[in-house]
């Protein structure tokens, strides 16, 4: 149940979706997991239903036509913790062959148990990618 708003021009597009009743299935294969309550998963279980809000926004932007950034934002709550989530790709294409990707990544979860090893809610990743491209 809920709303998704969609805008679309030739040099970009922009998706908005709200959910105030939305579900996530979570499932965990792996029995190396040590703590499976980081992904809300009871001791001794192996998957977990989670109820609760979900915002969802994607944008694409033609910048050049060398150049383009995509972005997608989620924000899902079950009223007790938080987990967001904002991916960021910008794609450049140097020449004909060449190309190369930064991707950056940023996470909130409350969910998490705070440690001495990890004691901050927050998660960052990047990527930088250079790749060879042909068309014919």
Same mark, same amino acid.
């Given at each position: 149940?809920?709303?998704d708003?969609?805008?679309n021009k030739p040099?970009? @597009?922009?998706? #908005?979706m709200g959910?105030?009743? @939305?579900?996530t299935?979570?499932?965990?294969?792996?029995?190396?997991?040590i703590?499976? @309550?980081s992904?809300?998963? !009871?001791?001794?279980? +192996?998957s977990a239903? #989670?109820?609760? +809000?979900?915002?969802?926004?994607?944008?694409?932007?033609?910048?050049?036509k060398?150049?383009?950034?995509?972005?997608?934002?989620?924000?899902f709550?079950?009223?007790?913790?938080?987990?967001?989530s904002w !991916?960021?790709?910008f794609?450049?294409?140097?020449?004909?062959?060449?190309?190369?990707?930064?991707f950056?990544?940023?996470?909130? $979860?409350?969910?998490?148990?705070?440690?001495? $090893?990890n $004691? /901050?809610?927050?998660?960052?990743? !990047?990527m930088? /990618?250079?790749g060879l491209?042909?068309?014919?």
């Amino acid at each position: 149940v809920g709303l998704d708003y969609k805008l679309n021009k030739p040099k970009y @597009s922009l998706s #908005l979706m709200g959910a105030p009743f @939305s579900y996530t299935f979570v499932y965990i294969d792996n029995e190396k997991i040590i703590n499976p @309550s980081s992904f809300s998963v !009871e001791p001794g279980h +192996s998957s977990a239903n #989670l109820f609760g +809000s979900k915002i969802t926004a994607n944008f694409n932007w033609k910048v050049t036509k060398d150049i383009s950034y995509v972005t997608k934002f989620e924000y899902f709550t079950t009223y007790d913790k938080v987990v967001a989530s904002w !991916e960021n790709t910008f794609e450049f294409k140097l020449n004909r062959y060449l190309s190369t990707k930064l991707f950056l990544h940023g996470r909130y $979860d409350d969910g998490v148990t705070l440690s001495e $090893d990890n $004691d /901050t809610y927050f998660q960052f990743k !990047e990527m930088l /990618t250079f790749g060879l491209s042909y068309s014919w």
